[in-house]
């Protein structure tokens, strides 16, 4: 199983969390989400490789940003 890294700016509690959990988890090939909006860190995981493009998109959609580490 795959897994990227990314820090995710601008989160503050369990709903910003929330918000990015649902949007990244509906990307395609993404099995599982981690987040922590305590330390910014979103994990990915999937069976396959996960196209960072559209991990990044999902956390733009749920209204933060991201870069992968």
Same mark, same amino acid.
């Given at each position: 199983?795959?897994?990227?890294?990314?820090?995710?700016?601008?989160?503050?509690?369990?709903?910003? =969390?929330?918000?990015?959990? =649902? =949007?990244?988890? =509906? !990307?395609?090939?993404?099995?599982?989400?981690?987040?922590?909006?305590?330390?910014?860190?979103?994990?990915?995981?999937?069976?396959? $490789?996960?196209?960072?493009?559209?991990?990044?998109?999902? !956390?733009? $959609?749920?209204?933060?940003?991201?870069?992968?580490?």
């Amino acid at each position: 199983m795959a897994a990227n890294e990314y820090q995710v700016t601008g989160m503050t509690c369990g709903h910003c =969390e929330m918000s990015v959990r =649902e =949007e990244v988890g =509906e !990307v395609p090939g993404v099995e599982g989400v981690r987040v922590s909006a305590q330390t910014g860190r979103l994990v990915v995981t999937g069976a396959g $490789e996960v196209e960072d493009a559209k991990v990044l998109v999902a !956390v733009q $959609e749920a209204g933060y940003s991201a870069v992968r580490i």
